[in-house]
């Protein structure tokens, strides 16, 4: 019975700890990922500990709205997948501006202007493919033929920031639309969960080419996998794992701190080492990656992707057969 | 006029009776709490969330679904199970303590680290299979993924209920019932089939019950092999409802339960029917079990159950292993890619995995201790005191137990989120133990119940002519009597909870992660490796404890050891 | 002086009486049995006693102090009875020894004093070399004794035995009533046995109490239920016999009564109201050549040394014992000595069945 009070008095303390030393973090970094920028942030400033929480984009918003609703306290730090659902957060008035001072480094489309949120990597997405596949893909419009039928994995924009943005992207292209979608559904593309569930079932070979974001191929190859990655030629889309300090912060001081971290020199080549794309001007792409000026990035609004991205999920979902 | 009150009624008693209220707030209260989110309690009453809900196609599809292979999953169960059962309880195989061990660890270990396993264990990038060339080509859709493949792993998981609950009835079963029918003349297939088979009927109908309410709430297989396929059942319908939309579905959320634990307690109730059939007859009659020789047939059905033992348990632990010891995802494992990096990386460099474990084997402990202190008192107030309460509570209480685990979840949240005071309790490691509590209750209360059912209550009685109260009574005598059973369920609730996943799916939080929680997550993220290298040091974990307790069993009084009765 | 006390005691279970009624007194010291046919309330009165019912109505009280009335109610735990039960209770995670110290160990003895008195209850019983067995090592005579044991350790105002002897065998059965005969005579325990075998009760018993639906027919000596039997139940259930259906009879005179049965004059025993009813029993009945009642043979069964023979006359049946085997259907002419004449009160049951092997 004394380790349940333990339990429950060492969390029912834990925003008394905050404000003294304490960081809360919620990322959707994989896990590695997150442990590294955290082990290396805590080695920079050690009187600061950080505490982190992964998930998928979509269930940390569900799960930072259930904690709000409870008054179960809130992170201080979020350093998730894409810009939309931060310039979301910062239009609903729940970030802190912050102007950091390492913003210089950056081109300003990278950041918001207020300094609600900052850009931390790209990540962009394009085609994986496994190494023993018969095709090797060159385009968006290839994964239409009907070569490809039944072997595609795709992640779901309900379930993934990068996929949402994918979505609101690619049907704003002319060049591809919705008619690109539905050519998709009609391939039998499984579109199901997140990233990782695509690059497991491209990796495994039980579906050989998949839409995927860039560092997981590339690293995995880097390691053996027998897989490959495309950046194909409309362009490629992108995220870029911005960095946002909460409204209401128990923490500012080390939450600016963490902001100033991951855009500095230091930790940006931290962000290349883990084998990203850094947002900062003036540093090399990671071993296996083209130079940042060799990707066509593809035309996004991000303002249009806010505004549509529930019709965008209702549509998709409908053309998908999604319940 | 004496009123007429039991003749025991003084306050200790009244005390015990208290025990009833926490009880039925923590097992009970979610349930309530989740029945009234259905209906509109709180905003307004209505019926309308429950239409709408029950009319989509959404719902009726998940519905056949899950009928389809929960059924069809019982079906397999039940040739599993009842195979082991009588070839276990009524010939005389050797290593009998062994092979039931085995059949056991399926149930111990989680189901989506089953479906991880068999994942990796077939299909077109299987490791073992390409390391021994027989992997089939690339593209082949993974076979696992589809309505059989779903129903296929939960006939195995579930295999070891029809065992024990047929292997119980069949310990009943006198000798000399056989012997009559042996001297009338009847020989081997036919006194089985004439004899054996109808007296054991009752258990074998109540195992089967069980097992398609257990398979119907499982989340774990369908989640793994369903979602990929697109093919949703109940409880993997819930679950994305509630990860898509977001907290507002909750009402819809809890209609959908509603279904689940209207089927649920349909299957219940039917087997507490059979298995007070079961007892008909055969109660009091103490005499040799049953012994049939096989001859020389012998070999061949150990071989047969020993063959399916390695297909079933040892082929996709063996996938798993393989699959933890690969660099990356996809390469091939031979003497020279072989690595224990992914090992290192989950289990020493990441904290989180640390946590996890301690949390996980912090609320496993606590919940067998918390339920063992209470279900002892709590079983003998129902025995002995029965009221229409306690008979409501008795039967209520597999409900979130046979619920799926996101339903128990959501329930937990929506009660206790909120309490007075300001208090809340969501993010927390006691919500999570509350749930493992309201969970975990039956599996502590039915083995605990039977052993106090089959105390002769002259024993009670003998020591209160001997001077002794009540509270010394059950300390004296009931608990001693009744401390194997409890021990046994202990031991279940621990195994169970140590790698419980779908309820602590929708409740942890930074801090608060339980195994089931991180390897889920690793899945999630595409680090498979990783997720296979702590899938299998957990299944290393599972057994060693199970190891422990099977080597102490010939110490520890009979009945404690859950699998070998 | 008071013992174990009834007063006008009655429990009713869903409306149907199990006892109805009960007085009785049981001295100090006695041996009771409650003998009857299952379900006529005898194994409920003793669970009253011991306190694991209560009365719905009436009181009984134990060496004056009352144990249960429409106020009061103590519980077993301080009722100080011991009980026997059919199934001997023996709690079998505790060795011998620790089931016999257990009413000492609630009351709080010193250890020492536990032990002498546990070694002196089980030399009483003849189980010392027990002292440290499992109830699981011994036979069903040793955990008879045991059962005994516990219940004197602690010095019990009444010693209560439900049907201690029903699980035994015959051979066993004798052994033990002989040992709870000498347990009362050592140690003057007032004794209340319940039992359906009336030959035990007769045998053990300072006075019997034979019960039928819920109520007590006659609590007498044995020898008085034998001989001057007051109902029709008592009559047919205790002792071997006929009890016949007089026709007219007249009014008791000093001891004696000439009633009209059988299509004779009889001249019987008994005293009160006219007689209802005559009870015959085997030595009674005399096969002589100038008797008056002519019977035939319709049964005759060989009990070692002797024949029993069913005779019909009149129309009833008639129970005698013969030296030399005697043929179906043969005549034979007997006469009465002195039978027993009662009057059956009214309302009362049917006889029961008279098939005493």
């Known amino acids: ?323 | 006029m004496i009123a007429s009150t039991a003749p025991f009624s003084r306050s200790p008693d009244r005390l015990i009776s208290l025990l009833l209220l926490p009880v039925g707030l923590i097992a009970l209260g979610p349930m309530l709490r989740l029945l009234g989110e259905g209906f509109g309690v709180g905003s307004e009453l209505t019926l309308g969330h429950a239409a709408e809900v029950l009319g989509r196609a959404s719902t009726l599809t998940a519905l056949q679904h899950s009928l389809f292979t929960a059924g069809t999953g019982t079906l397999l169960s039940i040739v599993i199970g009842s195979a082991f059962a009588f070839v276990v309880a009524l010939t005389d195989i050797r290593a009998k303590a062994a092979l039931v061990f085995c059949l056991m660890i399926p149930m111990m270990i989680p189901p989506q680290i089953t479906a991880l396993a068999w994942m990796q264990a077939t299909g077109p990038s299987s490791v073992l299979l390409k390391t021994l060339g027989l992997a089939p080509p690339l593209g082949s859709p993974q076979p696992l993924y589809s309505a059989w493949g779903i129903s296929l792993l939960l006939g195995i998981q579930h295999a070891s209920i029809i065992f024990l609950t047929l292997r119980a009835g069949l310990r009943m079963i006198p000798g000399d019932l056989v012997e009559a029918a042996r001297i009338s003349g009847a020989r081997g297939w036919r006194v089985w089939a004439q004899i054996v088979l109808p007296l054991s009927l009752p258990s074998l109908a109540a195992g089967a019950a069980m097992t398609f309410v257990t398979a119907l709430g499982n989340f774990g297989i369908p989640a793994m092999l369903g979602i990929p396929a697109r093919y949703s059942t109940l409880p993997t319908l819930i679950y994305q409802r509630l990860v898509g939309m977001g907290q507002t579905v909750l009402a819809e959320v809890a209609v959908l339960a509603l279904l689940i634990g209207v089927v649920a307690i349909a299957g219940v109730l039917a087997g507490r029917l059979f298995l007070q059939r079961r007892a008909y007859g055969l109660v009091g009659l103490a005499s040799q079990p049953l012994s049939l020789s096989l001859g020389r047939k012998r070999p061949l059905v150990e071989f047969i159950l020993w063959g399916f033992i390695f297909f079933t348990l040892v082929v996709p632990l063996l996938a798993l292993v393989s699959t933890s010891l690969i660099p990356a995802y996809g390469v091939p494992l031979t003497l020279d890619t072989a690595t224990f990096k992914a090992w290192v990386e989950v289990l020493f460099n990441q904290p989180v995995t640390r946590r996890a474990y301690a949390n996980s084997l912090l609320l496993a402990s606590a919940a067998a201790l918390i339920l063992m202190a209470v279900c002892i008192p709590l079983a003998w107030l129902m025995q002995r005191r029965a009221t229409q309460l306690t008979r409501v509570i008795d039967a209520l209480v597999d409900l979130p137990y046979a619920l799926p685990g996101v339903v128990l979840a959501i329930a937990c949240i929506l009660a206790f989120m909120r309490l007075p005071f300001g208090i809340t309790l969501y993010g927390t490691l006691t919500i999570i133990l509350l749930a493992y509590l309201s969970r975990f209750l039956v599996v502590m209360l039915r083995p605990v119940q039977a052993a106090i059912g089959q105390l002769d209550p002259a024993m009670e009685e003998a020591a209160a002519s001997s001077g002794a109260r009540l509270g010394r009574r059950l300390f004296d005598i009931v608990l001693p009597l009744s401390a194997p059973a409890a021990a046994a369920g202990a031991i279940l609730v621990f195994l169970t909870a140590v790698n419980e996943l779908t309820v602590s799916a929708l409740l942890w939080t930074g801090g608060t992660e339980t195994l089931g929680v991180v390897i889920f997550n690793l899945e999630d993220s595409g680090d498979t490796v990783m997720a296979s290298a702590l899938a299998t040091s957990i299944v290393a974990v599972v057994i060693a404890l199970m190891a422990i307790v099977q080597l102490s069993a010939s110490r520890l009084p009979k009945g404690t050891v859950p699998w070998q009765g | 002086m008071a013992g174990l006390t009834f007063s006008n005691v009655s429990k009713l279970y869903a409306g149907t009486p199990a006892l109805d009624g009960i007085d009785a007194e049981i001295a100090k010291g006695e041996f009771v049995a409650l003998l009857g046919p299952s379900g006529c309330g005898k194994t409920t009165l003793l669970r009253l006693t011991a306190g694991f019912e209560m009365p719905d109505r009436g009181r009984v009280t134990l060496g004056g102090r009352v144990l249960a009335d429409g106020t009061v109610f103590v519980p077993p735990e301080d009722r100080n009875v011991g009980i026997v039960f059919q199934s001997y209770a023996l709690w079998p995670h505790k060795c011998v020894a620790g089931n016999v110290s257990y009413p000492l160990e609630v009351r709080g003895i010193a250890a020492s004093e536990r032990k002498r008195r546990v070694a002196e209850a089980l030399e009483l019983t003849g189980l010392s070399s027990f002292a440290d067995r499992a109830p699981a090592q011994l036979s069903g005579g040793q955990r008879q004794r045991v059962a005994l044991a516990r219940c004197l350790v602690a010095d019990p105002q009444a010693v209560l035995l439900d049907e201690p002897l029903a699980n035994l065998d015959l051979a066993l059965r004798g052994a033990m009533q002989e040992a709870f005969a000498a347990f009362h005579r050592r140690t003057g325990a007032t004794m209340v046995y319940v039992t359906h075998d009336q030959t035990e009760a007769l045998a053990l018993a300072d006075r019997v109490a034979v019960m039928e639906s819920g109520r007590i027919r006659q609590f007498a000596a044995p020898e008085t239920l034998y001989d001057q039997p007051q109902d029709c139940f008592v009559a047919g259930f205790v002792g071997d016999g006929a009890v016949v259906k007089v026709d007219r009879a007249g009014t008791p005179v000093d001891g004696e009564v000439v009633v009209h049965a059988l299509g004779q004059e009889i001249v019987a025993r008994g005293h009160g109201m006219t007689p209802t009813h005559i009870c015959i029993r085997p030595e009674q009945v005399r096969v002589d050549s100038d008797g008056s009642i002519i019977a035939r043979v319709t049964s005759c069964t060989y009990q070692g040394g002797r024949f029993r023979v069913s005779l019909e006359a009149a129309g009833e049946t008639l129970i005698t014992h013969v030296p030399i085997r005697a043929k179906i259907g043969e005549e034979l002419r007997l006469s009465l000595q002195y039978p027993w004449a009662f009057c059956d009160p009214v309302g009362t049951t049917a006889i029961p069945g008279q098939a005493h092997a």
């Open chain 1, 1 to 323: 019975m004394s380790r349940l009070t333990l339990a429950l008095m060492l969390s029912l303390s834990l925003p008394a700890l905050a404000s003294a030393e304490t960081l809360k973090l919620y990322t959707s970094q994989p896990n590695e990922d997150a442990q590294k920028t955290v082990d290396a942030f805590q080695a920079a400033n050690p009187d600061i500990t950080v505490e982190w929480v992964r998930d998928g984009t979509t269930q940390l918003m569900a799960r930072m709205t259930a904690e709000m609703e409870a008054g179960a306290g809130q992170p201080d730090v979020l350093l998730i997948a894409d810009t939309v659902t931060l310039e979301g957060l910062a239009q609903e008035g729940k970030l802190t501006a912050y102007d950091s001072p390492e913003a210089e480094g950056y081109d300003p489309a990278l950041y918001s202007a207020d300094g609600y949120y900052y850009s931390t990597k790209l990540i962009t997405t394009g085609i994986v493919y496994n190494t023993g596949a018969a095709e090797v893909p060159a385009s968006w419009a290839d994964l239409e033929k009907p070569e490809y039928k039944g072997m595609i994995a795709a992640p779901s924009p309900l379930y993934s920031g990068a996929a949402l943005i994918h979505l609101a992207a690619l049907t704003n292209n002319p060049a591809l639309g919705w008619e690109h979608y539905e050519a998709l559904a009609a391939n039998e593309t499984v579109a199901q969960g997140g990233n990782g569930g695509v690059f497991t079932a491209v990796a495994a070979g039980e579906k050989p080419y998949g839409v995927l974001v860039d560092f997981m191929a590339l690293r995995a190859k880097a390691e053996g996998s027998p897989v490959d990655f495309v950046f194909p030629a409309e362009g490629v889309t992108y995220v870029t794992e911005p960095v946002a300090i909460m409204a209401g912060a128990a923490n500012i001081e080390a939450a600016q701190k963490f902001v100033d971290f991951v855009l500095s020199e230091e930790g940006q080549q931290l962000v290349v080492d883990m084998g990203y794309i850094p947002a900062r001007n003036g540093m090399e792409s990671p071993e296996g990656f083209p130079a940042r000026h060799g990707i066509t990035l593809m035309n996004f609004d991000a303002a249009k992707a806010l505004a549509d991205a529930e019709a965008n999920k209702a549509r998709f979902a409908e053309i998908f057969g999604v319940q």
